[in-house]
């Protein structure tokens, strides 16, 4: 089936991560997952604003926006977890 080939691209996108992580390192930069939280914490409070849903256009934006950054800081939880697994 399509499990070993599932396991083999998660496995390659780990090592890219792992990657990643080398060269920021090198470069003097952090990866730093806790940013897209202070992110989505802005979003939740203006979200929270009685007057956010007044404009949908605006309020589906940034929601949608809000998804990615919590589906980003997901990915990436996981992916630390699972690159230090392999190490």
Excluded: C, H
Excluded at 31 to 44: M, N, Q, R, T, V
Excluded at 49 to 72: G, K, S
Excluded at 76 to 85: E, I, P
Aim: hydrophobic letters at 30%; zero cysteines; glycine letters at 6%.
């Amino acid at each position: 089936g399509t499990e070993g080939y599932v396991t083999i691209e998660l496995d390659e996108q780990i090592r890219r991560y792992q990657g990643l992580l080398k060269r920021a390192e090198i470069y003097g930069g952090i990866f730093d997952a806790a940013s897209p939280l202070a992110e989505i914490s802005k979003l939740d409070q203006q979200s929270a604003a009685p007057e956010f849903w007044d404009d949908p256009d605006n309020a589906q934006r940034v929601m949608q926006r809000r998804q990615r950054l919590q589906d980003d800081r997901e990915l990436s939880v996981s992916l630390q977890t699972r690159s230090s697994d392999l190490d």
